[in-house]
């Protein structure tokens, strides 16, 4: 199945010279949903996964299909205060700053494999602050996964020595 | 199963005098995790739903594992400004104020079936949107689910006439 067929390209968002990969066309049709969940699923069928880790908003939607999919317990990353109990946390840079996510400081456990998702991986930023947060608890970390890689963002750099897939690169 | 005992009880939060009910523990076992969705799917299981339509952010998580378990699309409601394509909204109502939410004009198509899907009812507001939402495009609603249902708040009240499910009521 080739799958950019199902990404709608948005020119000019969110900002003027961006050129945005509209996932929701993908997600809603019921075959090319199931077939990338499963593509996904399947490169780490034997890496016996406890936890998919996915960040808000559009990581939890790949993240809990996935985690659903390999039996797994999901886990969420949020933005500063959306969630409720005892947190750690991990800075990313910013184009001007610095921003955190936060992960209950309870929700993995040390030698939990812990396989970490999003929808796309851009700059690679928001995923090495996810590769922080496994480690910071004592996690293994089995891969980080993208359902889009835009490679000529080179987000890769941010992850040497991980196990990086993505689906479709453009 | 009793999922209660995957529910974490945070007094005030998110501010004094409510009892949150976190389901991240819920979220993060792979076993009560598969058990809520597989139930939820079971409820609806000869229904032909097309599309699974969650709300961000945690009703991503949710919707997105029941699509993905009941070989539907998923479509996502957003907070007003984050989809990137031609919207359509509904309105409801916040303790000072309104608020929208926002859906792709082209994500559900005239008598799609269509399940809406939430981790949490409370006063209904937002549940009451997405009906909004899907009846705007002519989708037609097979139901209304949720993983926990806040009884004393009376959501029910502003779906009524529509089959409303829940797995967990406090």
Same mark, same amino acid.
């Given at each position: 199945?080739?799958?950019?067929? /199902?990404?709608?390209? +948005?020119? #000019?968002?969110?900002?003027?010279?961006? &050129?945005?990969?509209?996932?929701?066309?993908?997600?809603?049709?019921?075959?090319?949903?199931? /077939?990338?969940?499963?593509? +996904?699923?399947?490169?780490?069928? #034997?890496?016996?996964?406890?936890?998919?880790?996915?960040a808000e908003?559009?990581g939890?939607?790949?993240?809990?299909? *996935?985690? /659903?999919?390999?039996?797994?317990?999901?886990?969420p990353a949020r933005k500063p205060g959306k969630l409720?109990?005892a947190t750690c946390y991990a800075e990313y840079e910013l184009?001007y700053g610095v921003d955190k996510l936060e992960m209950h400081e309870?929700a993995?456990?040390?030698?939990?494999?812990? &396989?970490?998702? #999003?929808?796309?991986?851009?700059?690679?930023g928001t995923a090495a602050a996810k590769v922080k947060l496994v480690?910071q608890?004592?996690?293994?970390?089995?891969?980080?996964?993208?359902?889009?890689? *835009?490679?000529? &963002?080179?987000?890769?750099?941010? &992850?040497?020595?991980? #196990?990086?897939?993505? *689906?479709?690169?453009?």
């Open positions: 199945m080739d799958l950019k067929t /199902y990404i709608r390209d +948005i020119p #000019d968002w969110p900002k003027e010279g961006v &050129l945005f990969r509209d996932i929701t066309p993908l997600l809603g049709n019921k075959d090319s949903f199931k /077939y990338a969940i499963d593509a +996904i699923a399947n490169h780490y069928r #034997d890496k016996k996964v406890d936890i998919v880790l996915g908003a559009r939890f939607i790949i993240a809990s299909a *996935l985690a /659903y999919k390999m039996g797994c317990g999901f886990v409720p109990y184009e309870d993995i456990k040390p030698r939990d494999k812990v &396989l970490i998702v #999003d929808d796309v991986i851009a700059t690679g480690e608890l004592g996690g293994e970390i089995v891969g980080v996964a993208f359902l889009i890689e *835009l490679t000529f &963002l080179n987000g890769r750099k941010k &992850l040497e020595g991980y #196990d990086i897939f993505s *689906l479709i690169s453009y």
